[in-house]
């Protein structure tokens, strides 16, 4: 059980242009689910955070008008990234919990973007 | 600032023996803590946690020992087996008035059990 999709695995595209990166959680109702990002040698960084029917609650730093997110429905939140530039290029990672699940996040297996 | 780090970036077993990870962090004020592990290609999947009151917590061979004086956690792992071979995530949770927690994570240690 918690498992958790994400979908593309890996996206290459052009500067400029938009991304849409899902999460999905595909045995449970994800109240909450979070996105992360990776740099190279770094650690996870939690991006922000959303609750279902809500906007999303972003870390400081980073830019909502870059990276939208929405969470329409119990099992589904999307994270695009707009205008994108090589300097988003990075390792992109949802997770997701439920109800009850004790503060613990089930994880997506990333999203590996490349902007050229 | 790196709130949560884990010093060795890979450690070395022979199977059938413990493997300790270590993890260290600064902020006192996190209320509990994460261990994941994590296989090529796939997402960190949850393997055991523990409240900042308490200094251990056990699930079967994996035991996870808390010292807040020190600022210190590790994981054990009782025996190792060859499928424990993988990247292993400390993390440190705070919890937010709004009921959501904000993970924060250390870059992993690399773990290879020899046969």
């Known amino acids: 059980g918690a498992v958790v999709s994400q979908h593309p695995s890996w996206v290459i595209c052009k500067s400029g242009t938009s991304v849409k990166i899902e999460c999905r959680s595909l045995?449970?109702?994800?109240?909450?689910m979070f996105w992360y990002r990776q740099f190279p040698k770094q650690s996870l960084m939690l991006m922000a955070t959303?609750?279902?029917?809500?906007?999303?609650?972003?870390e400081q730093g980073v830019e909502k008008d870059k990276f939208l997110i929405n969470h329409a429905s119990l099992t589904l939140s999307t994270l695009t990234v707009t205008s994108a530039h090589p300097e988003d290029s990075s390792f992109y990672i949802c997770?997701?919990?439920?109800?009850?699940?004790?503060?613990?996040?089930?994880f997506g297996a990333g999203t590996r973007l490349s902007v050229l | 600032d790196q709130q949560v780090k884990q010093n060795s970036p890979s450690l070395s077993v022979q199977e059938g023996r413990i493997s300790i990870l270590n993890c260290d962090y600064t902020?006192?004020?996190?209320?509990?803590f994460l261990w994941y592990k994590k296989y090529p290609a796939e997402g960190p999947t949850f393997l055991i946690s523990?409240?900042?009151?308490?200094d251990k917590n056990e699930d079967g061979r994996f035991t996870v020992f808390l010292n807040k004086s020190a600022k210190h956690l590790s994981l054990h792992i009782v025996p190792s087996q060859p499928g424990d071979s993988a990247v292993y995530f400390c993390?440190?949770?705070?919890?937010?008035?709004?009921?959501?927690?904000?993970?924060?994570f250390g870059t992993g240690t690399r773990l290879t059990i020899i046969p």
């Open positions: 997770s997701a919990r439920g109800r009850g699940d004790k503060n613990i996040q089930y």
């Open positions: 045995d449970f109702q994800a109240t909450t």
């Open positions: 959303s609750n279902e029917g809500s906007k999303a609650t972003y």
């Open positions: 902020n006192s004020m996190f209320d509990y």
């Open positions: 523990i409240s900042s009151i308490k």
């Open positions: 993390a440190a949770a705070l919890l937010r008035p709004g009921g959501n927690e904000k993970l924060t």
